[in-house]
Nanobody
Framework: QVQLVESGGGLVQAGGSLRLSCAAS????????MAWFRQAPGKERELVAT????????YRTDSIRGRFAISRDDAKNTAYLEMNSLKHEDTAVYFC??????????????WGQGTQVTVSS
């Protein structure tokens, strides 16, 4: 099994940037595709971005394309989500997940506890 811990969330003004980190322990991240999901109050959890085990394939949802980037550093057992040009509607709890390369929640077996991102308008 793998344990995931997110960090890097916080309060930022619209137009600002944040970098989220997802530190894994218990098993190497190289074993898994890694993903970031988010969940806003009253809404379902949605995929933000995912990256394959090799890092050769990535997927980003349309609403963040051009603003967010997912990456991984398996030597550090860490995945990242670089968020730029943040908008108020990006406010959510952001979750890191590990599993199979998929655009659905069902593809991921392991989840972190989440980190809050709040964008003030």
């Amino acid at each position: 099994q793998v344990q995931l811990v997110e960090s890097g969330g916080g309060l930022v003004q619209a137009g600002g940037s944040l970098r989220l980190s997802c530190a894994a322990s218990g098993r190497s991240t190289s074993t898994y595709a890694m993903a970031w999901f988010r969940q806003a109050p009253g809404k379902e959890r949605e995929l933000v971005a995912t990256i394959s085990r090799s890092g050769s394939a990535t997927y980003r949802t349309d609403s963040i394309r051009g603003r967010f980037a997912i990456s991984r550093d398996d030597a550090k057992n860490t995945a990242y989500l670089e968020m730029n040009s943040l908008k108020h509607e990006d406010t959510a709890v952001y979750f890191c997940a590990a599993g199979n390369y998929s655009v659905t929640i069902r593809g991921y077996n392991y989840w972190g506890q989440g980190t809050q991102v709040t964008v003030s308008s």
